[in-house]
């Protein structure tokens, strides 16, 4: 028997691992039947150690980001910067503040491992009513392995939209939560604009109130590997999320996005709409979208979509859509997925009224992405994506 000091970990069951007895004695891995019954901890020790087999890391290139996974992190506070906004307050706070884990838990050893090692999250705070931005910057963090930790609490019927920038060098394994009351109206656009040879895993848990909306929009542009997983709990009646994504990937970069979406209370709503190009030997994305519609989330509306245009030769992109639904009382349901090349008749079309290829492809490439940069809503930022974009384009052999 363990003694009475002994480690949370030593008390978990083969179970709780995800394990399960076969007949010969031996113990195996067993199917997760339904997607909101996959193991979850706080604790790193929790979880088994990764081998690459597990559905959650078969497509991701964990040999590179070995040290994130089981490694000592610094966890003290991050160097940051942040604009000065009415009704928005930006502050850290002791992980022992009840607001931490009240949006999500660990699914997976990586992100189990900056919640173990983080000393004091950063939160930001939303109250006021009137439509406001604040930029959360991070842009020295350096390249020693770090963790950490963000909360975003949108007050009951505030309404903002938060940008968290990140640039430069890093090595960092986070979570987020995004906490939103009854009525808030809140956008979260995360950037990913690292220098090349960063890494960063990152999960992003929201629970979404009553009548409350969110907005999430993920674009990654630059790392070695970024490895962002949104999941969002639509816990209250009338809860709402749209979830846009944008990633460009080029020659040996590794852009990966788990997204989840759980309709648990009645009358709720749902888009994801995520869109990628690759271009360059060993360009690689990985896109998993699980929408999963609970017992109890009658009248649900919800569609997802994953689509790439692929650029040149040597590169792969997974797409991988996946829909749950445990009731037969809903509005509307559907998910999509496709990836290819160029459009041959829009070429045409564009070549037709004088356009040289090079532009017309070129065109063609910034008229798909376009759609999600428009979704972000700050003419500023949407600006500077649009001029990145163009930079990647720009010298392509399309």
């Known amino acids: 028997m363990p003694s009475s000091d002994a480690p949370a970990a030593s008390l978990v069951s083969p179970e709780q691992h995800g394990l399960k007895k076969h007949s010969d004695g031996g113990w195996g891995l067993a199917p997760v039947q339904t997607r909101s019954a ?4 706080f604790e790193h020790s929790d979880f088994p150690v990764i081998t690459g087999r597990e559905a959650v890391w078969k497509l991701s290139p964990i040999a590179k980001f070995a040290d994130l996974l089981d490694g000592e992190l610094d966890g003290s506070e991050f160097p940051y910067s942040a604009t000065d906004a009415a009704g928005v307050s930006v502050s850290w706070i002791d992980r022992t503040d009840p607001r931490i884990g009240s949006a999500g838990k660990p699914e997976e050893r990586a992100s189990a491992n900056a919640w173990t090692s983080f000393e ?3 939160l930001i705070r939303i109250t006021g009513e009137d439509a406001t931005e ?5 842009d020295a963090l350096g390249t020693a392995a770090r963790a950490a930790h963000i909360v975003i609490e949108a007050a009951p019927f505030s309404n903002a939209r938060i940008v968290l920038d990140n640039a430069g060098d ?4 986070e979570n987020v939560e995004i906490i939103v009351g009854e009525s808030a109206n809140l956008s979260v656009i995360t950037v990913q604009q690292w220098n090349d040879g960063a890494v960063h895993l990152a999960n992003h848990f929201s629970r979404v109130g009553r009548d409350a909306k969110l907005k999430h929009i993920v674009v990654s542009l630059g790392g070695e590997v970024v490895r962002l997983n949104p999941t969002t709990h639509l816990a209250e009646s009338g809860a709402d999320v749209e979830a846009y994504g944008l990633y460009f990937a ?13 309709h648990e209370a009645p009358h709720t709503r749902s888009r994801v709409n995520y869109k990628g190009a690759l271009q360059g030997e060993g360009a690689r994305t990985v896109w998993i979208g699980d929408v999963l519609i609970g017992q109890q989330a009658t009248g649900t509306d919800s569609y997802e979509q ?5 650029l040149s030769e040597g590169t792969r992109a997974d797409s991988i859509p996946n829909l749950e639904i445990e009731t037969g009382d809903i509005a509307g349901a559907g998910h999509a997925s496709a990836t290819g090349r160029f ?3 829009q070429l045409f079309y564009l070549q037709s009224r004088g356009i040289p290829e090079e532009e ?19 003419a500023p930022l949407e600006e500077r994506l649009q001029a990145v974009l163009e930079a990647e384009l720009v010298g392509t052999a399309l």
Do not use: P
């Open 38 to 41: 996959r193991f979850a901890s």
């Open 343 to 345: 459009d041959d008749e």
């Open 120 to 122: 004091k999250a950063l």
């Open 250 to 262: 080029d020659a040996g970069q590794h852009l990966e996005q788990q997204v989840y979406v759980h």
């Open 170 to 173: 890093a090595r960092i394994v």
């Open 134 to 138: 604040v930029t959360v910057l991070r």
């Open 360 to 378: 017309a492809r070129r065109l063609v490439v910034r008229g798909f992405l376009s759609e999600i940069v428009q979704q972000i809503g700050s």
């Open 306 to 310: 994953n689509r790439n245009l692929v």
